[in-house]
Each structure stands twice: as C-alpha cells, then as structure tokens.
C-alpha cells in the first residue's frame, strides 16, 4: 500500500495518522500539502481530523476548496479508497463525497472522551478488521460532530448498508446515533472518531491498530 495524508494549515492529527499507517503498512506515508495540484502515486488517502482554516465558515468547507481537493475527488470517483477523520469528514460532506453534514453538537459543547462504538457493517474496507455487531472504543474531539441528513437520505444509508459505524451512547446528537458513513461504492468512509489516537496500549488501547490493519489487509 502506498498511503497519503493530506495536509491542511491547522490538521492537528496529521502525524498521527502517518504513525498509524506506518505501523499498519511499514512505510512512510506521503505527506501532500493542500496546496499542490497533484497527487504522488497513491492508492489510499486519508483526510486527517483537526481545525483547518481555523473552522471558518463551517468545519471543512474552505478546506473543501484547496486544490489538492480536486485530485482527491478525481481519485475517489475512480475508485482510490478515502479516509476522511473528524475534520476529514466535514471535508467529505462538503464536497459532494459523503452525503449529509456536520453541525454543531447538540449540548452545543466540544466533547472529548472515548466513546463506545458498534460495528454495523464489516463488509467495507474500512471496516473489514471486526465482526459486525463488535463494540470499539475510540476517542472523540469535535465541537461539531452532530451528523445530519434528511429522512430520505437516512433510510438510504441504512437500507444500502452504509452506516458502518453507530454510536452506543451518543455524544453528539448525531441522527441515528450514526458515527460512520459509506459512500454508495464503498471506497470513500468519513467518521467523526479518532482511531488513530487508540494504536498502542500506551494509548490507551489497540482498536485503532486493528481498523487501520484491516484496511491495509483488505486492500492488499
């Protein structure tokens, strides 16, 4: 696997992630600046959780528009698997990828805690190192992690398989308790926990290792 992370001014789990794909894979990840135009020889692509452009406007629209963006639809829309984290995911929605939007958490507090997750759905690459119905536990960090979408759009998802990821106790007011979202070919998932921040037992736990390993061992 030759993994990319990109980087937006303000990511602030960017290295994370690329010790998480390193220990996963064995290799350095490239690290591609949300200014470039172009993308190095890449077949996995993560969108890294922080604050890009400090959260102007709304979490992830400005970064939506850098020019790396366009290489990374052109990507995902032929079939290059996409990660979007936290502030990946806002970025997701915003540009059309990932259906629906992130808004404000409903106690209109940032929340910070781990939280337990169930497995829906452990068919897609993303999740393919669980067992459907599995619990995880990964952190969360976001002020804006409450998942919306219309009813229609919500029955879709659930119909099609595309909730992978639901929460048990809801810190967010997210609809559905929905955590995690497929894309409709599977190869584009945005999710509002951190698994990067859960590799190790000096982390806190080793559910992040095994996502991320199930990733690498699902696309080899």
């Not at 290295?15 to 390193?22: G, P, S």
């Not at 922080?50 to 639809?73: E, T």
Request: charged share 20%.
């Amino acid at each position: 696997m030759k993994p990319a992370v990109i980087v937006f001014p303000a990511s602030n789990c960017d290295r994370d992630v690329a010790v998480a794909l390193e220990q996963a894979t064995g290799a350095k990840p490239a690290m591609v600046w949300h200014g470039d135009a172009d993308l190095p020889d890449t077949d996995f692509i993560v969108l890294p959780g922080g604050f890009s452009y400090g959260d102007y406007l709304r979490c992830g629209a400005m970064a939506s528009k850098s020019p790396i963006m366009r290489a990374v639809m052109e990507k995902a829309k032929a079939g290059t698997p996409v990660l979007g984290i936290c502030n990946g995911f806002q970025i997701l929605c915003e540009t059309g990828l990932l259906p629906g939007a992130l808004l404000r958490n409903a106690n209109l507090h940032f929340v910070c805690r781990t939280v337990t997750l169930r497995v829906e759905n452990s068919q897609s690459i993303f999740t393919s190192g669980f067992e459907t119905g599995q619990f995880v536990d990964f952190p969360v960090a976001h002020h804006d992690g409450n998942y919306f979408a219309d009813d229609a759009t919500l029955d879709r998802l659930e119909g099609d398989g595309r909730v992978a990821l639901r929460y048990v106790d809801n810190p967010n007011g997210s609809a559905r308790n929905i955590a995690g979202v497929l894309n409709d070919a599977g190869n584009v998932f945005g999710l509002m926990p951190h698994p990067e921040r859960v590799i190790s037992p000096l982390l806190g736990g080793l559910d992040g290792a095994a996502f991320f390993k199930g990733v690498v061992d699902a696309a080899a």
